[in-house]
């Protein structure tokens, strides 16, 4: 309720670039189909449309248009298209143990925002994070280009689940180190304020839209110098079939938790 015509556009279209990012692909156009209540009044379709179009714009694509029908509710269907050399297409199969876990950005700002919400706290920026996902399109189009990933795939519905998708499509397992996992200040005063765990925040909800991917050891320096600050490691790929969440010296499993598509 509180998102805006515009947010909603941009939504619609950010998720979807944001899996061409999870591939290294550049986007070419995005097609957005809309089922619209005949209620809706006209400028909120166009703003919405034009959130769409900003942020097509803004990763250098093009909003191609769609289609459009009348619907009982507001209905939003995203298609992306990307191009992307055939030696550099990321995919989720591929990591093996020895190899190296990163990810681009912040855990848990969208979630943050979330909680914000539902507490009636003041978070600008928490709320941005959640309403106006930002695609890692020029990360997504790096690491492929560096020919160093061996997996990859974006953390939409948080950083557990996707790592257990992650793991299945390989085959292996994660151990991540709860300290390496990067958190926004704006996280940590949220969860005080809230009385929650900053890291459990970080670990528990999606929306982040980051890129969660693979390394060769060999291969980490160029990949780091390629992405600056922007990508941080967090663990390490190992066999089995259980990911593993290190906190000092403590080892427990890493439930899949997040946000499951479905579910009732």
Known sequence: PRMTWWQKGWMAAAVNLSDIAAMGAQPLGLLLAMGLPRHLEEKDVREMVQGAADCCDTYGTEYLGGDTKECSELALTGTSLGLVPKSGLLTRK??????????????????????ALE???????????????RPRVKEGTLISSSGKVTACMDTSDGLPISLHELGEAGAVSFEVDAAAVPVDPEVLRLAKIADKDPQEIALQGGGDYQLLFTVRPEGLDEVLNALGDEAKVIGRCIEGKRNILKRGRSRKELEPMGYEHFRR
């Open 119 to 133: 507490n009636d706290i003041h978070s600008e920026k928490a709320l941005k994070s959640l309403f106006e996902p």
């Open 94 to 115: 591929g990591a093996r143990p020895g190899d190296l876990l990163l990810m681009t950005g912040t855990a848990g700002l969208a979630f943050a925002g979330l909680l």
